[in-house]
């Protein structure tokens, strides 16, 4: 099988903007359940593992990230960064899934003032520009989250030696790198930086690495933390970004400034699960906790026939929901929608 771009001329039951783990696994089931449906991105399949580390070891076990019931058989307990995506590629080419890829969603709005009747999807095409739309009964928002880092709001946080994404070290040897943050993307950088041969020091606010660093990670930073091989300046404030240097605030708000040379910034400080497509089509969220207002047994907002799947539907807490437990979720909404269309071929919808 292959997988299928289609035009975007005739109604969809289904229309998916994400190609995560969670659209994917959204896609499979309504494939499975015989809809009309199609899965858009507006990178590459699962694109925001792209961004992981080279190098790293996923947490979970291979079984736990499994989507369609697909085995997923890896060299070691523990996948890797490649045979995540490796695994992705292959389950969406023998499902033959339709996916738009390169195919951003600029907006989804209302077709129909009915509640029946539908939505329009806008569309773009990453790489040649081109505007389009398509219309689907239903929707399901699975864009992740790794679009929106938690930015520090400081002076030169835009500068290009500056990222809030970290892959690999090679390119950092020999060089002043620092990393910002005190969980465990933060220590697993650090350490690739500092095997690569690059001068690493660790900043964070808090008075010490977070508990939910890695087991298998946490002694290694530790040690080499005490052996001074990587500096850590913890209960440390960044105050500023320059071209050569940092400028920190040692020991929270009333500690001493300092100048730190620097030619590199990686700002890992987590990220957050913005939709700003919910919020055009009227769907609130709790203010405290940011989790869009849906029913967490069928996954629909409070917008009938808008979905919510993976870590969108976790607010503010990119930690709550993972792989793990989103790769359910497109069952659940595929059951609900089901039920909806066929009331509405009851009642002549």
């Known amino acids: 099988m292959e997988c299928v771009r289609k035009e975007a001329a005739s109604l969809l039951d289904l229309a998916i903007v994400g190609a995560g783990p969670a659209g994917l696994a959204t896609a499979i089931a309504a494939r499975r359940a015989g809809l009309r449906y199609r899965a858009f991105d507006k990178g590459g399949v699962v694109a925001a593992l792209e961004r992981v580390p080279l190098h790293i070891v996923f947490s979970s076990t291979s079984e736990r990230l499994e989507i369609g019931g697909i085995p997923f058989i890896t060299r070691g307990p523990r996948p890797t960064r490649d045979e995540l995506l490796t695994y992705y590629r292959t389950v969406a080419w023998r499902e033959g899934l339709d996916l738009a890829l390169y195919t951003e969603v600029t907006s989804v709005e209302r077709a129909d003032p009915r509640p029946a009747g539908g939505f329009r999807l806008r569309l773009r095409g990453v790489l040649n520009g081109r505007e389009d739309e398509v219309l689907a009964r239903a929707v399901v928002v699975a864009t992740g ?31 002043d790198v620092a990393v910002v943050g005190g969980q465990n993307s933060a220590a697993e950088a650090a350490l690739e930086l500092w095997r690569a041969g690059a001068r690493v020091v660790l900043i964070h606010r808090g008075p010490d690495l977070s508990p939910k660093v890695k087991p298998w990670v946490l002694p290694d930073i530790r040690s080499r933390i005490e052996k001074g091989e990587i500096k850590a300046l913890f209960s440390t404030r960044l105050l500023a970004i320059g071209p050569d240097r940092l400028w920190l605030r040692l020991d929270g708000e009333g500690g001493e400034e300092v100048e730190l040379p620097n030619d590199f910034v990686f700002l890992l400080t987590g990220y957050r699960a913005e939709a700003p497509l919910l ?30 799947a993976g870590v969108v539907a976790a607010g503010f807490d990119a930690n709550a929901i993972f792989i793990e437990n989103a790769r359910f979720h497109g069952e659940r909404i595929v059951s609900h929608l089901l039920r909806r269309l066929r009331r509405e071929v009851r009642a002549g919808g």
């Open 145 to 175: 989250y790794f679009d929106h880092p938690n930015r520090l709001g400081v002076p030169g946080e835009d500068l290009p030696k500056a990222s809030h994404y970290f892959t690999h070290g090679h390119p950092y040897f020999g060089l």
């Open 279 to 308: 919020g055009g089509l009227g769907v609130g969220r709790d203010p405290v906790s940011g989790v869009p207002r849906h029913d967490p047994d069928t996954l629909e907002t409070e917008v009938p026939g808008v979905y919510v």
